[in-house]
C-alpha cells in the first residue's frame, strides 16, 4: 500500500485541498466566534475517536457496539484523579488508558479465547458498556447517578498542564490530537500489523492458515483502539467538565462514535475525519434551523444522523471518502472500499 | 513425516474426527477420501492446528506438534490451501502473495519466492497490482496456492482444489500439483474427485462419519468394489 504522500502527490487538487483546510483550522480560533469554534472542535473529537474505532473495526473486523465505554472509563480516571489528589490529566491519562486497555483486554480475553465472534462480539461490547454503567451509576467516589464535576476556574488563563483554560486552547488540543492519530495511523496501517489486521478483516480463517497469530493481532486492535478512544475521553471529560454515568457509557454515545467512519468510510484514513465533518457540522446547522423555526424536538440530530446512515448506505455503501477519492483523481488502496 | 494417531476432534457435542489414524511418507501424495462432511476438512483443520483436538497425537517430523496453534505449526513447515482458496479480496495480488510470507520461515525468501510463483504462474505476474477479487475462479486457485509457497511449506494439505473449476482448469490445477510433489514437495490431497486424485496419489484414506473406514495403496483402492460403487458410481 502506498504512503500517503504518494497518493497525493498523485492528485494535486486533494493535495491543494488538503492544504487549504489545514490552514484554516490553524487560524480558526482567529476567525470564528466561540459558538463555531465550539462546533469544529466537537467535529474533531469525533474525527479522533471514529479514527481509535475504525482501527479495530475498519482494519481489524472487529465491531464494538460499546465503544463509549473507554471514552467514560478514560474521561472518569483522569477527571477523579485531578479533583481528588490534583493529579495533572496529563499522568491522568496514563491512569486512564491502563484502565480501558484492561476492560479491552477482558472482553478479548473472553471473546477471542472462547471463539465469541460477529454479532455476539458486538453484543460482549454492549453488554461490558452497560455493565459498566450501572457499577457507576453506584459509585460514590465519583458522584455516582448525580454526575461527576470538575471545577470551572478562570477561562482566560490557560494551564496547558491541567487542562484548563480557554476554548481556544482545547481546540489546539484537540487538532494535534486528532492529526496525531491520522498521521499514526498511516505508519500502522503500512506496518507489518497493519497488514494482519486487513487480512484477518478480510478472510480469518486464511490469516490464521497462512501462520498469522489471529489471537495476538486481534488483541492489539481491540487494545490499542480503546486506549486511544480513552485518550478522547479525557479531553472530553476536562472540556464539559462535567460526567454523568448515562452520558459517558450510554449506548447513544457509542453509537455517536460508529457513524462518522461508517459514513465517512470504513477501513479508510479519511473516511472518519470526512464523515465528522459531514455528520457534525450538518448537525449543528439542522439544530440551529429548528431553533430559528420555534421547534425544540428532543433526540431530532439522533434521527436525523439515522436518516443521513440510511442514504449513505443506500447510496454508498463504501462510505463517502472512497466515492470522494475517486473524483478527486486518488486511485489505489485509499480509493478502495 | 507426519503420523497422525487416534485423533479425535469435536464440535460443541458433535464428533467430527473419531479415532483417525494417517502417515505421510517423506515426498509422496497421500489421498482422503469421503462423502461431504465426512471430516475431510476437519482433519485438515486439526493437523493444521486451527481446531484442538480432544484427543489423539499429531506427530511432525519426529516432534510432537499436538495442539500447537497453527502459526507455529506453519512455522514447522505445513501448509494449506483451504477450501473455496480463502484469497483476500480486497489485497492486490502481490499484497496476498505476501501475506503468505508473513511466517519467519518464509519471511527471508519474501521476494525470491514471488518470482518463484510469478514464473509457474505467468498470469499471476500480469495481473501482479490487481485486486484479488477480480481474478476468475481459476486464477484465484493459482494464487491460493502460490500464497501457500511463500511459507516454504515441506507438508502441503490440499482441500478439495478442483472445487467449481472447469474441468481443463482441475486437469491444470492437478499437474501444479504433481510439479510440486516432483520438485519434493510432500502432499495430502483432500478432493471429491476420487477418481483424480486416487490415480495421482500413492497411499489412500477413505473417511466415513469421522472413521478411517478403508485404506492402503491408491491403485488398491481403486480396484476395490466398495470404492468403485460408492465414490466412483461404476
Not at chain 1, 143 to 157: C, H, K, S, Y
Not at chain 2, 5 to 32: F, H, N, P, Q, R
Request: glycine share 12%.
Amino acid at each position: 500500500m502506498r504512503g500517503v504522500g504518494a497518493v497525493l502527490r498523485g492528485a494535486p487538487r486533494a493535495a491543494t485541498g488538503l492544504a487549504v483546510l489545514g490552514a484554516a483550522l490553524l487560524v480558526a480560533p482567529l476567525l470564528v466566534d466561540d459558538y463555531l469554534l465550539s462546533v469544529i472542535l466537537i467535529t474533531l473529537y469525533f474525527a479522533f475517536v471514529g479514527q481509535a474505532w475504525n482501527l479495530m473495526m475498519g482494519y481489524a473486523g472487529q465491531l464494538s457496539l460499546g465503544h463509549a465505554l473507554y471514552v467514560g472509563l478514560g474521561g472518569y480516571a483522569a477527571a477523579a484523579f485531578f479533583v481528588h489528589f490534583g493529579l495533572t490529566p496529563w499522568a491522568g491519562m496514563v491512569i486512564g488508558i491502563l484502565v480501558a486497555a484492561a476492560f479491552a483486554a477482558g472482553i478479548g480475553l473472553l471473546a477471542f479465547r472462547f471463539g465469541i465472534g460477529g454479532v455476539y462480539f458486538a453484543l460482549l461490547t454492549i453488554a461490558v458498556a452497560e455493565f459498566t454503567r450501572i457499577l457507576f451509576e453506584h459509585f460514590e467516589w465519583v458522584g455516582a447517578t448525580g454526575g461527576f464535576f470538575l471545577p470551572v476556574e478562570n477561562r482566560e488563563i490557560n494551564d496547558l498542564l491541567m487542562l484548563r483554560g480557554s476554548p481556544a486552547m482545547f481546540y489546539y488540543v484537540i487538532l494535534a490530537m486528532t492529526v496525531g492519530l491520522f498521521l499514526a495511523n498511516v505508519a500502522l496501517i503500512r506496518s507489518r500489523m497493519g497488514y494482519y489486521w486487513m487480512a484477518i478483516r478480510e478472510d480469518q480463517d486464511a490469516a490464521q492458515a497462512l501462520g498469522i497469530n489471529t489471537f495476538r493481532y486481534k488483541m492489539m486492535a481491540v487494545v490499542l483502539s480503546a486506549s486511544l478512544t480513552a485518550l478522547g475521553g479525557v479531553f472530553l471529560a476536562f472540556y464539559n467538565n462535567n460526567l454523568f454515568p448515562i452520558d459517558a457509557f450510554g449506548i447513544h454515545r457509542s453509537i455517536e462514535i460508529i457513524l462518522a467512519p461508517i459514513i465517512g468510510g470504513l477501513g479508510t484514513l479519511f473516511g472518519p475525519i470526512l464523515g465528522a465533518f459531514i455528520l457534525t457540522p450538518l448537525g449543528e446547522v439542522l439544530t440551529w434551523a429548528l431553533d430559528q423555526l420555534g421547534v425544540q424536538m428532543a433526540g431530532v440530530k439522533h434521527l436525523f444522523y439515522g436518516l443521513v446512515l440510511l442514504v449513505i448506505i443506500r447510496s454508498l455503501p463504501g462510505g463517502v471518502w472512497p466515492w470522494f477519492a475517486r473524483r478527486l483523481g486518488i486511485e489505489g488502496p485509499e480509493a478502495r472500499p | 513425516m507426519l503420523t497422525v494417531e487416534g485423533l479425535e476432534l469435536y464440535y460443541g457435542d458433535a464428533k467430527a474426527l473419531d479415532g483417525v489414524s494417517v502417515a505421510v511418507e517423506d515426498g509422496e501424495i497421500v489421498a482422503i477420501v469421503g462423502a461431504n462432511g465426512a471430516g475431510k476438512s476437519s482433519l485438515i483443520r486439526a493437523i493444521a492446528g486451527i481446531e484442538t483436538p480432544a484427543a489423539g497425537t499429531v506427530r511432525f517430523d519426529g516432534e510432537d506438534i499436538t495442539g500447537w496453534p497453527s502459526y507455529r505449526v506453519c512455522d514447522r513447515g505445513i501448509g494449506q490451501v483451504a477450501e473455496g482458496r480463502q484469497i483476500f479480496p480486497n489485497m492486490t495480488v502481490r499484497e496476498n502473495l505476501e501475506m503468505g510470507a508473513v511466517i519467519p520461515r518464509g519471511r527471508a525468501r519474501c521476494d525470491e519466492t514471488v518470482e518463484d510463483v510469478f514464473a509457474m504462474f505467468p498470469r499471476l505476474r500480469e495481473r501482479e497490482g490487481q485486486a484479488a477479487g477480480t481474478l476468475s475462479g481459476g486464477e484465484q486457485q493459482m494464487l491460493a496456492i502460490g500464497r501457500c509457497l511463500m511459507g516454504q511449506p515441506k507438508l502441503i494439505m490440499f482441500d478439495e482444489p478442483s472445487l467449481g473449476l472447469a474441468p481443463a482448469l482441475v486437469a491444470e490445477v492437478f499437474e501444479t500439483i504433481r510439479t510440486l510433489n516432483a520438485a519434493g514437495t510432500t502432499v495430502i490431497l483432500v478432493e471429491q474427485n476420487v477418481a483424480m486424485s486416487l490415480r495421482m496419489a500413492r497411499h489412500a484414506y477413505v473417511l466415513e462419519n469421522g472413521r478411517i473406514v478403508l485404506s492402503g495403496l491408491a491403485e488398491d483402492l481403486l480396484d476395490d468394489d466398495g470404492v468403485r460403487q460408492a465414490y466412483l458410481g461404476l
